[in-house]
């Protein structure tokens, strides 16, 4: 709107929400990208663009959201906070006349909607500028999306799914398995594509994305996990344990796998049962429990932070270290567990 009409973003919501006793407006666009109102902000907006509340939050669905720190009463205040989820920007083709200098298209991608499926694109977080990797040349990851948007659709606890198979893959990463010939061909194509070198790619969620969402299917049948219960009953956790990474093994392609994994174990028992997700989750299937018990994921087994930071993309040329750049090359776009924060203001992602 600031665009078209040439005014500063302050200045437009001054007029808008302005009266005899004004508006209290904290922050600026360049200290979060985000606007919040209060209730009675919210309505004098309504009231400016002639359209019932109600109306305008469906259209507009971040509007109706509360930020703690804003306060709720009758004077009408505004405020500028870092998004309170995380969000991507918008797909470059899809909303190119929208692009400008300064004037970015951010949205939130939601569980599965990182991907534009027309474009065929992996949606990046760029503040600045429209970020995104082509993936033409990654015919497996919109596979992978196109059934983790059903497994969204269909599964009550599909976030908490994925992000215990994120762990579970992850696991598998730090014992050793960086050097897969699936993955390193993977780490190649994706390098090509956005200009990253190899080490910087390989740390990236996009690397395992497949594998993840495979994973997930299996880990979310009830059907499986109640297939597993009965081996358990019948046979024992061993007999169980064999029988899901054998099925895991085929449904990633990894015939080979379950085989590894129990070399792993019986190499460092202690270890691989401290920090093993998918060990913990297999004992709690057996059990027969359920809802947010079976999904958890333990602090030892989850995704060190550093891999989860959402750094803009390439943001320039200059020489950088190796973290510096893999951190440029962030390529999750939002199903990955992370911290956010939800209560500060602070500076824009």
């Given at each position: 709107m600031t665009a078209w009409f040439g005014l500063p973003a302050q200045d437009l919501l001054r007029g808008i929400l302005g009266g005899p006793h004004g508006v209290q407006v904290t922050g600026t666009p360049a200290t979060g990208l985000e606007l919040f109102l209060n209730p009675s902000a919210q309505a004098k907006l309504a009231h400016f663009a002639g359209l019932p509340l109600?109306?305008?939050?469906?259209?507009?669905?971040?509007?109706?959201?509360?930020?703690?720190?804003?306060v709720d009463d009758e004077a009408r205040r505004a405020a500028w906070y870092a998004p309170c989820?995380?969000?991507?920007?918008?797909?470059?083709?899809?909303?190119?006349?929208?692009?400008?200098?300064?004037?970015?298209?951010?949205?939130?991608?939601?569980?599965?909607?990182?991907?534009?499926?027309?474009?065929?694109?992996?949606?990046?977080?760029?503040?600045?500028?429209?970020?995104?990797?082509?993936?033409?040349?990654?015919?497996?990851?919109?596979?992978?999306?196109?059934?983790?948007?059903?497994?969204?659709?269909?599964?009550?606890?599909?976030?908490?799914?994925?992000?215990?198979?994120?762990?579970?893959?992850?696991?598998?990463?730090?014992?050793?398995?960086?050097?897969?010939?699936?993955?390193?061909?993977?780490?190649?194509?994706?390098?090509?594509?956005?200009?990253?070198t190899p080490a910087a790619v390989v740390p990236h969620a996009l690397l395992t994305y497949p594998e993840t969402i495979a994973v997930a299917r299996l880990l979310g049948d009830s059907r499986w996990q109640q297939r597993l219960r009965a081996t358990?009953?019948?046979?024992?956790?061993?007999?169980?344990?064999?029988?899901?990474?054998?099925?895991?093994?085929?449904?990633?392609?990894?015939?080979?796998?379950?085989?590894?994994?129990?070399?792993?174990?019986?190499?460092?028992?202690?270890?691989?049962?401290?920090?093993?997700?998918?060990?913990?989750?297999?004992?709690?299937?057996?059990?027969?429990?359920?809802?947010?018990?079976l999904w958890t994921v333990h602090q030892a087994a989850a995704r060190p932070a550093e891999y989860s930071d959402r750094a803009s993309f390439l943001t320039d040329r200059r020489p950088r270290t190796l973290v510096e750049e893999a951190r440029s090359a962030f390529l999750t776009g939002g199903w990955e567990p992370m911290s956010w924060p939800r209560t500060s203001e602070a500076p824009h992602p």
């Open positions: 109600p109306r305008l939050t469906t259209m507009l669905p971040s509007l109706a959201a509360h930020h703690s720190r804003l989820e995380a969000w991507v920007g918008a797909c470059p083709p899809c909303t190119g006349r929208a692009w400008r200098h300064g004037q970015t298209v951010l949205v939130y991608p939601g569980a599965a909607g990182h991907v534009c499926r027309r474009h065929g694109r992996w949606l990046l977080a760029h503040a600045e500028r429209p970020a995104s990797i082509a993936l033409e040349t990654l015919p497996e990851v919109l596979t992978a999306h196109r059934r983790h948007a059903a497994l969204v659709r269909t599964h009550p606890w599909a976030g908490q799914v994925v992000a215990l198979a994120a762990a579970v893959v992850w696991s598998w990463q730090v014992q050793g398995w960086r050097s897969e010939t699936v993955w390193q061909d993977r780490v190649r194509r994706l390098a090509a594509v956005t200009g990253c358990t009953a019948a046979a024992g956790t061993a007999a169980a344990a064999t029988m899901l990474l054998g099925e895991i093994g085929r449904r990633v392609g990894r015939p080979w796998l379950a085989d590894w994994l129990a070399a792993c174990a019986r190499i460092g028992p202690r270890e691989a049962a401290r920090t093993d997700p998918l060990q913990r989750w297999l004992l709690t299937a057996a059990d027969g429990a359920g809802g947010d018990v």
